[in-house]
Nanobody, 126 residues
Framework: QVQLVESGGGLVQAGTSLRLFCVGS????????MGWFRQAPGKEREFVAA????????IYADSVQGRFTSSRDNSKSTVYLQMNSLKPEETAVYYC???????????????????WGQGTQVTVSS
């Protein structure tokens, strides 16, 4: 199985940037598509971004398109989420997730991912 650990969260001002990290272990990460999700208090977990096993394909939620970028370095078993121009309403716990297979088909669906990290808190002040 795959173990995932997120890091990089913190407190930032609106309009600034933050980079999140997700380190995987236990299996070769290139065989897994990876997703990023976030959950604010009292709200459902929502899709943010996803990246194919090779890193060649990415998809994004409409709300973050053009501001967030997901990438990966499979040699380091690490997936990244670069978040620019952060907004206060994007305060949430951010999670990375993995599923076997490189395709990102249906990658917006949280239920399609088998493995999840513990989450990292991102707080954006106004």
């Amino acid at each position: 199985q795959v173990q995932l650990v997120e890091s990089g969260g913190g407190l930032v001002q609106a309009g600034t940037s933050l980079r999140l990290f997700c380190v995987g272990s236990g299996r070769t990460l290139s065989n897994y598509a990876m997703g990023w999700f976030r959950q604010a208090p009292g709200k459902e977990r929502e899709f943010v971004a996803a990246i194919s096993g090779s890193g060649g394909t990415t998809i994004y939620a409409d709300s973050v398109q053009g501001r967030f970028t997901s990438s990966r370095d499979n040699s380091k078993s690490t997936v990244y989420l670069q978040m620019n121009s952060l907004k206060p309403e994007e305060t949430a716990v951010y999670y990375c997730a993995a599923r076997f297979g490189g395709s990102i088909t249906n990658g917006r669906a949280a239920a399609s991912y088998k493995y999840w990290g513990q989450g990292t808190q991102v707080t954006v002040s106004s």
